[in-house]
């Protein structure tokens, strides 16, 4: 039988995680979702993105001047955000303790990104996103899918030391199913700015089957980004340009 958490029988999560400082770099880490909540928010009519585990804040800022931002986050990452960032509000929460959000989350689109794979207590996160989402419009949740990154079955614990646990696709899409969500579109998305991999689940949630349909329409509609060119190693090109040309010669017989 599975975990209590959903993942498989026999996985071992990690029993205390390394606090993850935010702290800026050049790869952005699931670049993508934030875009895709901006375009689930405009179907709704969302006016107020609130980004639960904002950690340093910046791909939520880019959003300030179309809605409302609220980010929740604790430790050195809020007090970030509160020193480098003129727009939004910014709400110190432990995600790991029990009791809701301390956000008001009427009319939001909610975003919970790479987050809970963090957390020791995720029925405590999932729980406090429950009650958001009875409130608000849409809920976007994406953490690694665990097989599309590591190639296959793992054990665990997570081999990132600030990572409890990891879930697959069908895991993670169960155990939130299970919780009280029953209008539900997993995914994939895009896993940073350096490997360009879909190897991150995106799970998106809504109160109704007609606001699902919406929110499904807006992932949908919305363009994948424009990746650049992988390089070619020259000695695999000389490879395929001979098998090529060999084709054509028995073609030609």
């Given at each position: 039988?599975?975990?209590?958490?959903?993942?498989?029988?026999?996985?071992?999560?990690?029993?205390?995680?390394?606090?993850?400082?935010?702290?800026?770099?050049?790869?952005?880490?699931?670049?993508?979702?934030?875009?895709?909540?901006?375009?689930?928010?405009?179907?709704?009519?969302?006016?107020?993105?609130?980004?639960?585990?904002?950690?340093?804040?910046?791909?939520?800022?880019e959003l300030a001047d179309e809605f409302e931002i609220v980010g929740i986050d604790f430790?050195?990452?809020?007090?970030?955000?509160?020193?480098?960032?003129?727009?939004?509000?910014?709400?110190?929460?432990?995600?790991?303790?029990?009791?809701?959000?301390?956000?008001?989350?009427r009319d939001a689109t909610i975003v919970c990104s790479d987050v809970?794979?963090?957390?020791?207590?995720?029925?405590?996160?999932?729980?406090?996103?429950?009650?958001?989402?009875?409130?608000?419009?849409?809920?976007?949740?994406?953490?690694?899918?665990?097989?599309?990154?590591?190639?296959?079955?793992?054990?665990?614990?997570?081999?990132?030391?600030?990572?409890?646990?990891?879930?697959?696709?069908?895991?993670?899409?169960?155990?939130?199913?299970?919780?009280?969500?029953?209008?539900?579109?997993?995914?994939?998305?895009?896993?940073?700015?350096?490997?360009?991999?879909?190897?991150?689940?995106?799970?998106?949630?809504?109160?109704?089957?007609?606001?699902?349909?919406?929110?499904?329409?807006?992932?949908?509609?919305?363009?994948?980004?424009?990746?650049?060119?992988?390089?070619?190693?020259?000695?695999?090109?000389?490879?395929?340009?001979?098998?090529?040309?060999?084709?054509?010669?028995?073609?030609?017989?």
């Amino acid at each position: 039988m599975p975990t209590a958490h959903l993942l498989h029988h026999g996985y071992t999560r990690r029993s205390e995680p390394q606090y993850f400082d935010d702290t800026p770099t050049d790869v952005l880490y699931q670049p993508d979702v934030y875009g895709l909540a901006a375009a689930v928010a405009r179907r709704l009519g969302s006016s107020r993105i609130i980004d639960v585990g904002c950690g340093n804040g910046h791909k939520l800022v880019e959003l300030a001047d179309e809605f409302e931002i609220v980010g929740i986050d604790f430790g050195p990452n809020i007090e970030w955000c509160r020193s480098h960032h003129s727009a939004g509000t910014w709400i110190e929460a432990d995600l790991d303790v029990p009791g809701n959000l301390a956000a008001d989350a009427r009319d939001a689109t909610i975003v919970c990104s790479d987050v809970i794979e963090h957390v020791l207590h995720p029925d405590r996160l999932i729980a406090k996103l429950r009650a958001a989402l009875s409130q608000g419009r849409a809920l976007l949740v994406s953490t690694p899918e665990r097989d599309a990154t590591h190639g296959g079955r793992n054990e665990g614990p997570p081999a990132n030391p600030s990572h409890i646990q990891e879930w697959t696709m069908r895991e993670l899409g169960a155990l939130f199913r299970r919780s009280g969500f029953p209008y539900g579109s997993v995914g994939l998305t895009r896993n940073n700015t350096s490997e360009h991999h879909w190897s991150t689940i995106l799970a998106a949630y809504a109160n109704t089957p007609d606001e699902l349909s919406a929110v499904e329409d807006a992932l949908i509609d919305t363009a994948k980004p424009v990746l650049p060119p992988e390089p070619v190693d020259s000695a695999l090109g000389d490879v395929k340009r001979l098998g090529r040309r060999v084709a054509r010669m028995v073609r030609r017989g």
